[in-house]
DNA sequence: GTGATATGCTTGTACCATGCAACCAACTCG
DNA sequence: CGAGTTGGTTGCATGGTACAAGCATATCAC
């Protein structure tokens, strides 16, 4: 028997799933070309710069997403100077991949642009509830990675 | 100056995402083909399910999204049996759309199918945390929803 | 009522993100 | 050294999306 409250999570999830899809174009298409990083690029950006310099592959199992879709991704952030590429003295066949300077500025940017929105959001929450909410979605990341993980093992 | 609240909010959040994007593709595959609804076909028929009847138009703008888009979209669910169409008598170039009982109860069976990981993911928390997390996402997607059509009136 | 304009929808075209498979290059181990 | 493995790129297919053009119907002005 359905369990309300995971049925009001899993609706709301969706919700957001689905004003996440829009506020991506939304976000993106007025700042110009310059300052804009596509949805898939912002990811692998933010990605690239918690873990510093990595192989590609390493970030496709990261990102839980196929090496080709990262190799194509990065050849866009790379033609646009966000990301470099560079050898891997320990492996000839391996890219080390990191964020230019360039790459950590724009991510900076948006991210920054990004939390004002948030910021507006959650404007006139009780303060206790923004740092609750923030607290519960770790939470709740943490639970869906482990998940996956054990997924991805037994699978 | 950046709340590290906010930031903190904007990280889970690009988390979620990232992950959604793959649960998206994970929970789907395996379920076989006629139980299966793309993520596109699955948030349009939620959304025709909530609102009853509707016009092409209508669900474009509720969605967001390009009203070429939701005529593919219809057409590839109509194929399904799982949407039907039919003429608006107020308006004769108008389509109706409404799910079959058949849409309804694969709609269903995805959304259980949801509930059940979200109850597996969330299995050990405490029960306030669940309600409260509940709580939060409807409430955030308010504030979303509030903002997004703010955006839209004044552009 | 007839023509001009607006509206609802479909279709053509293009683009991006993605996965899979095929491929090449380099490494590793016997 | 040769066989197999691994890192990465590229070709191809698919799906979701937007924009523009087109078609059918409705509405309004006269």
Redesign the interface.
Known sequence: M??P??????R?????????Q??HR?MQAPSATPDSLEKAG??LL?RLVETGPTRLTTLAEV???DASTVSRQVGHLEAHGLVARSADAADGRAVLLRATDEGIALLTRT??A?????????AE?P?G??????R??????E???R??HI?QESS
Chains 1, 2 share one sequence.
Not at 12 to 18: K, V
Not at 129 to 134: M, V
């Open positions: 359905p369990d409250t995971h049925q009001g999570i899993e709301e999830l969706t919700r957001l799933f689905r004003s996440g829009h506020m939304q912002y990811l933010a990102a839980c997403v991210r920054e990004r939390s004002r929105f948030i910021a507006a959001v959650v929450w303060p509830d923004r740092t609750e909410f923030g519960l979605l770790a939470r709740f990341n639970g869906v990675a998940w996956s997924r």
